[in-house]
């Protein structure tokens, strides 16, 4: 067998056998081979091995099969699953909060501003030209209110876990942004990731000047910055995982060995090579194999 397909149920529902057992069906009917399932934690994740059949066709079978049912399904080859570097974005996906528009609000144009974001992250606008709109807005705002915004910051369930846990097996874990260092360096010490990128608000005297220190980090950036860490790291990149929500992120999802779109834009989630719509970030966990009980953090 020489790829596995994982089944991932999220904290509101529960895997059955009888779902594994369907899935496994339609591998065979498509002429694979099928292995005996895997449990990675009982009710909530579990591998599935199968050979002769290409990981892509083999997902697509399975979603088919299991049509309606709250799952994310992760196939690929098994022999570099474990990955060594997890580059992720951070807003809306290691964090749950956009913190530009979260700084809206101190102005009174969150709503505005979260327009912008929204259409900025479906690849409805420039990202660099949204960015320079959005903190055009921000112009007079003291800097001491990035204290008090950050105090609205909330981790997204399981990137504690994640970063833990990949770290502890010796992966590397980057934050890469189009966020703010302001607040990329304070998730970084939250949780522990080794390094952090994103872009500058210009600050003079304590106050922002509604301008942003260029060049801005976009998604050619963030591309080039996965592959720029995998040299430093010397990481092959089928073992590099990528993930992000955005239209900006796309192009380090289908750089990655594994680019997965995590509860993603529409236009994100159906190019990137994986998807989880359903879970947490634990599931990114699991689709590398790693048992429930091997969890860290």
């Given at each position: ?146 204290d008090e915004v950050w105090q609205r910051a909330t981790l997204m ?40 990128r994103g872009n500058e608000l210009e600050v003079i005297d304590g106050v922002m000047t509604g301008k942003v220190i ?84």
């Amino acid at each position: 067998m020489n790829a596995v397909a994982t089944l991932i149920a999220p904290r509101t529902a529960t895997l059955d056998e009888a779902a594994v057992q369907t899935a496994k069906a339609a591998l065979v009917g498509l002429g694979a081979d099928a292995g005996v399932p895997d449990w990675l934690a009982p009710g909530t994740a579990c591998d599935l091995p199968f050979g002769n059949l290409a990981p892509e066709q083999a997902e697509a079978a399975i979603r088919h099969a299991l049509t309606g049912a709250a799952l994310d399904i992760v196939a690929q080859t098994a022999a570099t699953r474990r990955k060594r570097l997890l580059v992720a974005d951070m807003e809306s996906t290691i964090i749950e909060q956009e913190m530009l528009d979260e700084l809206g609000d101190y102005v009174g144009l969150k709503d505005h501003i979260a327009d912008i974001t929204a259409r900025a992250m479906n690849g409805e606008i420039d990202f660099k030209d949204a960015v320079r709109e959005r903190v055009a807005l921000l112009k007079g705002l003291k800097e001491s209110v990035i204290d008090e915004v950050w105090q609205r910051a909330t981790l997204m369930p399981g990137a504690a876990q994640l970063v833990g846990t990949m770290r502890a097996n010796g992966a590397a874990c980057v934050l890469v942004s189009g966020g703010f260092r302001c607040f990329t360096g304070r998730v970084r010490s939250w949780i522990g990731f080794d390094d952090d990128r994103g872009n500058e608000l210009e600050v003079i005297d304590g106050v922002m000047t509604g301008k942003v220190i260029e060049p801005i980090l976009d998604k050619d950036s963030k591309l080039q910055a996965l592959m720029a860490y995998a040299g430093e790291h010397r990481v092959p990149m089928a073992e590099t995982m990528a993930v992000g929500d955005g239209a900006n992120d796309l192009p380090m999802l289908l750089a990655a060995g594994l680019g997965v779109a995590f509860h993603a834009k529409a236009v994100v989630a159906a190019e990137a090579r994986a998807r989880v719509d359903h879970g947490d970030l634990t599931a990114l966990l699991y689709a590398q194999g790693y048992r429930a009980a091997e969890f860290v953090g």
